[in-house]
């Protein structure tokens, strides 16, 4: 008997700074063979995907004709429904993710119940709000994450309004963290946690969370 289709929930920022074209694309197109995706934004509403180029375009033309590609809101979201959690690279999560509730809550039940959880970029910021059951902690004290650099972000034109510099609040509140050079592909796993540092690493962080998944999938094949 085959096993169930694994099911991804897709995390976007409905924030005007938007989502990265190619991150999500890529992402996107990694994970619909294998994975059912469902994509969330705040009270479902619709994403902005930014920097698209000639070729992905086209790829969006016809992904937004499908009805698929329209968001539920992260309200409605039944996080024990899925398997995977995926943020791609986004600068908008600085501005709604990192605040949302339910966002919050969606991030605690997967590091709870240690589900697969892939952020990428800015989309790092996805994890910031969520705190563990006595509140006193971020849930990913003591794991290792990448995230943007300071150094890497001083060079954007975004970095005099970002309201949380992503590689402080990860040091600050008790986790580790790396980075490579600037614009540098990067990806850390740390248990069943992926980050990476900036859109270049979405394919590298994207192919560790499919491993992760259908490594979690075999242990249960061969326990039955
Ligand atoms: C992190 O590690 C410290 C020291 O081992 C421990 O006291 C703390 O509870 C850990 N935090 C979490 C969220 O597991």
């Known amino acids: 008997m085959s096993a169930p289709r694994p099911s991804c929930l897709v995390v976007l920022s409905s924030a005007i700074e938007g989502v ?17 995706l469902q994509l969330a934004s705040p009270q ?23 009805s698929s590609s329209m968001p539920i809101g992260l309200d409605t979201v039944d996080p024990v429904r899925y398997t ?7 600068g908008g999560a600085l501005h709604d993710l990192i605040s949302d ?26 994890l910031c709000g969520a705190k563990t059951a006595d509140k006193k902690a971020w849930v ?35 986790a580790r963290y790396s980075c490579s050079e600037p ?16 859109t270049q690493s979405s394919l590298i962080a994207v192919q560790n969370l499919i491993l992760i998944c259908s490594q979690k999938q075999g242990k249960v094949a061969s326990m039955r």
């Open 183 to 198: 614009d540098g592909v990067h990806v850390v796993i740390d248990r069943h946690v992926v980050t990476g540092q900036n």
């Open 20 to 36: 990265s074209a190619q991150s999500f694309v890529q992402a996107y197109t990694l994970l619909s063979p294998s994975f059912t």
């Open 44 to 66: 479902g509403r619709v994403v902005e995907f930014i920097n698209q180029d000639e070729t992905n375009r086209r790829w969006f033309n016809e992904f937004r004709s499908k």
């Open 84 to 90: 995977a959690l995926l943020v791609p690279a986004t």
């Open 140 to 174: 990913l004290e003591n794991y290792s994450l990448t995230a943007p650099s300071v150094y890497e972000l001083a060079r954007t034109p975004d970095f005099s309004s970002m309201p949380v510099i992503l590689e402080d609040f990860v040091k600050d509140n008790g």
């Open 101 to 126: 509730k339910d966002m919050a809550q969606i991030v605690s039940h997967f590091i709870l119940e240690k589900k697969p959880v892939c952020a990428i970029g800015l989309g790092v910021a996805a």
